[in-house]
């Protein structure tokens, strides 16, 4: 089956549809002319005949023309479908990053929308941004946040007792009034009516799906080997019950908006009979809420799309099926984390990184006595001396780039968020003193979300690919992996997560 953006087979989709695979899961949704609703593939209703199905690569384009979301299998619930990433296609990419960004809390909460503004951080014209998206996705800029925003206020509706008001604003809408009437124009329903009984009034409890094959027990123990005590928590499967059968994991994080910031918690834990993830997060978050669903959906790969990914790495690593690339909370957090891993093992990255933590990060009452403190800002490990660094354990060397990685985020511009400039924000990187391929390579792979970065240095690497055996000089093992490497274009940042845990092609 095609899964462009452009262009669906209707007898493969309905093939899918039938099957009700979960594979396909917003890859596209099946609207049905008699009685004009559109369902994800994985929709429990009784099969429409052929003859009344129209098929839509994306919900965007579903509600453009005309039609309104099921309320059974809830299309807001749905896993994007971005354009398939590829080293050629400058279309594909502009067109991947520009759903980013208009995915984005900023461009949510901008109305009106300012298409210059995005277009300018993509790099090109107004006009050129408009044609790249109807091209690939078959509407408009403004049509994809209206959706976008209508969506989330549904699930919102769906899956809290928030006030109407209060999730209307939570969606972008400068008002309750013109959300009431932008719902009731688009899905013919009052908000009211999407409400569902039983929501305990205090409760912020939200699912986020994602497409199988999805290796939920090595994201647990990827994440697990690398919690830091006092921001992380991570249980394991034994130590859960009921249907989350894959453990918990709780942080504290902080986002930032309207040049505010917001500390509090955020706890997750799978559902892998259901493919999805359950979201709770505490009230001190809630401003920023679609910020933080975004930032679980990066830091969990949720979008990712199997299908594409297992085709270029299956031959090779057949055994890691359903592995993905662990983002990042932080941009700026997991840089500092890289740097601090440098030449040495996880166990000691975690005991730097938990000293920085508890020195220097902003104290926190949560509901886990065992989650006590925030990351450090940019601005704290700024002003921190060398000898408040030196005395956690941390070399000179270090503390400059840490240092550096701060200066250059507060004043320099450095954007460690995933956006369009990646080859830029990596030569920016390695620009930094104490800040080398690898360490950029790595910020990429996690934090700017690069499905085709490659530290072709790593030892690890290197040994995993038998490249290292023998005399041959280490610049000469690094050309001979980043050649065996090209087969697995444009999704090496997957081949080196199974390269690290999964073994050797």
């Not at 009052?190 to 999805?214: F, H, I, M, N, W």
């Not at 662990?326 to 840089?335: K, Q, S, V």
Request: glycine share 6%.
């Amino acid at each position: 089956m095609s899964t462009s953006q452009t262009q669906l087979d209707p007898a493969s989709c309905y093939q899918a549809l039938l099957s009700r695979d979960a594979r396909f899961d917003g890859h596209f949704f099946t609207a049905v002319k008699t009685t004009g609703i559109y369902c994800r593939p994985v929709c429990k209703v009784r099969a429409p005949l052929p003859k009344n199905c129209l098929f839509f690569a994306s919900a965007v384009r579903a509600e453009a023309a005309g039609f309104r979301p099921c309320l059974r299998c809830r299309p807001e619930l749905a896993p994007a479908a971005l354009p398939h990433w590829s080293t050629q296609e400058a279309s594909q990419i502009l067109a991947t990053q520009a759903m980013q960004l208009l995915d984005s809390a900023e461009a949510l909460a901008d109305a009106p929308l300012r298409v210059a503004n995005l277009a300018t951080r993509l790099g090109v014209s107004e006009r050129h941004l408009r044609r790249i998206l109807v091209q690939h996705l078959g509407v408009t800029p403004s049509q994809y946040r209206q959706t976008r925003r209508l969506l989330l206020a549904k699930q919102l509706l769906c899956d809290t007792a928030l006030p109407i008001a209060r999730i209307a604003q939570l969606s972008g809408f400068a008002s309750q009034r013109r959300f009431n009437t932008a719902f009731a124009d688009h899905y013919r329903l009052t908000p009211s009516a999407c409400r569902r009984e039983g929501q305990a009034a205090s409760d912020v409890r939200l699912k986020l799906a994602y497409r199988p094959p999805y290796a939920e027990a090595a994201m647990m123990k990827f994440l697990g080997q690398r919690a830091v005590p006092g921001l992380e928590l991570c249980t394991t499967g034994q130590e859960s019950t009921g249907e989350h059968s894959t453990g918990e994991f709780v942080r504290i994080v902080r986002m930032s908006a309207a040049k505010r910031s917001h500390l509090g918690w955020v706890s997750l834990q799978f559902e892998a009979a259901a493919h999805r993830v359950h979201v709770q997060l505490s009230d001190s978050l809630l401003p920023v809420l679609p910020a933080v669903l975004q930032q679980v959906r990066w830091a969990l790969d949720l979008d990712a799309d199997p299908l594409a990914i297992e085709a270029a790495l299956a031959r090779d690593f057949a055994h890691c099926a359903g592995w993905r690339v662990p983002g990042a909370w932080d941009g700026f957090e997991l840089a500092v984390r890289a740097v601090l891993g440098q030449q040495v093992t996880v166990a000691a990255a975690r005991t730097l990184t938990r000293r920085l933590v508890q020195a220097l990060g902003e104290p926190l009452t949560t509901p886990w006595p065992q989650l006590t403190h925030a990351f450090p800002t940019p601005a704290a490990l700024l002003q921190a001396s060398p000898d408040d660094l030196g005395q956690l354990g941390i070399v000179r060397q270090r503390q400059k780039a840490i240092q550096a990685l701060a200066h250059a985020v507060l004043h320099g511009g450095l954007d460690l968020k995933p956006g369009p400039q990646v080859q830029a924000t990596v030569q920016a990187l390695m620009g930094l003193p104490g800040i080398g391929e690898w360490t950029a390579q790595y910020i990429a792979m996690r934090a700017l979300r690069w499905p085709d970065a490659f530290p072709a240095g790593d030892i690890v690497v290197l040994q995993r690919l038998g490249v290292r055996d023998g005399p041959q000089p280490v610049r000469a093992a690094i050309a001979r992996a980043t050649e065996l490497a090209t087969a697995w274009q444009p999704w090496r940042s997957y081949a080196v997560i199974r390269l690290w845990h999964g073994g050797s092609p």
